[in-house]
């Protein structure tokens, strides 16, 4: 048995929000400009409205101006357009996240494609996925740089090792693998058409669970000692009859065999945000000169 450490991404984004609020002030301090990040919202998805709300408390939280448009789940594609592009001219927007996903009638790409890429604060838009990938300056998906945050704090140097990502979406599995190379990992991005998933995987001395099915990554797919990254989060019946949250690894199989891992929740979740606000300021501080 192995003694499984939980990596606690909660504490770990508490720290940074805290850091980054004095570097909020800083700024604001020396400029007079404060970072303002806008979110778009389209529709009632109730998953959505929870992450969007706790955006904005934390954009203030942090000393920056949160800026919330919340359209009818019915808006016109032209309507979502015009709105970031409006965002886009705006001085005091100096972020802007569109929130996925939308409804089906809008074509999310054209939409990231109209974010101006030094807004992106997604790090979505085609130039900043391709900038990330050619090695250039970049906004970087937050999710994945938070994955990379928790991963270096648990491991220092992540040279050399073998770094297997199940999950190939654009927003997690994709930019995560680039982000992984730039650390000298060896990296497999594994997917469900893989051959003998569970044999890739226990190749692994970093593997991330990234394809939102849960439980799905068994703990005998784990190389004993591992550290595993969990990004899943998935509502699953409880035997209480509520719903409960589970990651794409089964924890309770992974404990005693992993060397380190992030429970879900408070993993990588709450990176995710502090990483947001992250962007947020580096956007606005790149924007201010
Ligand atoms: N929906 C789920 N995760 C994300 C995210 O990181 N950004 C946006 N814009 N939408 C999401």
Redesign the pocket.
Known sequence: MVETRLIDGKAFAETMRARLKDDVAAFVAETGVTPGLAVVLVGEDPA?AV?VRNKGKQTLEAGMASIEHKLPADTAQDDVLALVRALNADDAVHGI????PLPAHIDAQAVLATIDPAKDV?GFHVVNAGRLAVGLEALV???PLGCVMLLKDTLGSLAGLEAVVVGRSN?VGKPLAQLLLREDCTVTIAHSRTRDLPGVCRRADILIGAVGRPEMIRGDWIKPGATVIDVGINRVAGADGKGRLVGDVAFAEAKGIAGAITPVPGGVGPM?IACLLANTLTAARRQVG
């Open positions: 959505s992450y996240l569109v929130q996925l997604d998906p937050c999710t927003i995710t």
